[in-house]
């Protein structure tokens, strides 16, 4: 595509931010282009509501494996329902079809992503700090799940622009969230006055996406969160930041859940 606390993959159950979203929990809302906020989610329409039952969340985590395994164009809807191990016509209960399937799973792995993003702004000082705990996130959602990662960053750009459209405002907001991080970093002072926001995103996402793109065809034997700190360095450097300081070993072992301490300025 080119753009949550870890549990090991399981390549039989749905990917892990669709599980999320499809599990019966009370379902978190869509986030705003000011800081992950809320906002009204794009209703897809379809035949029979998509509830927290185990049908459709078998139909969606085989849909991810076959687009996965096959390529959104060399997969069928029988292919998916025989993987979800589901009648073909169970498939349209809850889906409008193989586009439909398509665009359900990366727009709420997308606001998964976005949900599990919304504390980074209350938990981490504006500026070099902020940012390197949105590129964790952004390194970690994608590693622990190599099956959604293989759909997103290589199989959703072969898609037809009615499936992108169908996407872009989830996309959209993660736009809007990079830009706000790095808007928060220039009012506090972190980042160069003068940055050019949308071109500093366009920078800040397409560095991770190349990076997640080349692990996900093992391009790299490195577990991308072995990268953070180099990556992280190498942005905040670019925007401005006089310390684009590094987090110690442990936190980086522990997958990122632990507190680094801030280094003074």
Not at 130 to 159: I, T
Not at 173 to 185: H, I, K, P, W, Y
Not at 203 to 209: E, H, I
Request: aromatic share 6%; with cysteine.
């Amino acid at each position: 595509m080119g753009e949550m606390p870890s549990s090991p993959w399981n390549p039989e159950a749905l990917p892990g931010a669709a599980q999320k979203l499809l599990d019966g929990r009370k379902r978190g809302p869509n986030m705003n282009e000011h800081s992950f906020m809320t906002v009204a989610r794009r209703k897809i329409v379809r035949k029979t509501p998509l509830p927290g039952s185990s049908k459709p969340e078998a139909i969606l985590g085989a849909a991810a494996r076959v687009f996965a395994a096959k390529g959104y164009h060399g997969s069928l809807i029988a292919d998916v329902a025989r993987a979800a191990g589901v009648a073909v016509g169970t498939v349209y209960l809850y889906f409008e079809g193989k586009e439909d399937l398509l665009v359900t799973l990366v727009r709420r792995s997308l606001e998964a992503y976005l949900e599990e993003c919304r504390p980074l702004l209350a938990t981490e000082a504006a500026g070099s700090a902020r940012l390197r705990r949105l590129m964790q996130l952004h390194l970690v959602f994608y590693e622990r799940d190599p099956v959604l990662a293989k759909v997103l960053q290589v199989h959703l750009r072969e898609v037809e622009p009615s499936i992108r459209e169908g996407i872009r405002p989830a996309l959209r907001a993660v736009f809007d969230g990079m830009e706000e991080v790095l808007r928060s970093g220039i009012a506090a002072g972190d980042f160069d006055r003068g940055l050019d926001v949308k071109l500093a995103r366009k920078f800040l996402f397409g560095g991770l996406d190349a990076v997640v793109t080349s692990w996900v065809l093992r391009e790299s034997g490195r577990p991308l969160r072995a990268l953070l700190d180099p990556l992280h360095q190498m942005a905040a450097r670019s925007f401005g930041a006089a310390n684009g300081d590094a987090a110690d070993s442990s936190e980086i072992a522990s997958g990122g859940n632990g507190r680094r301490a801030r280094r003074g300025r």
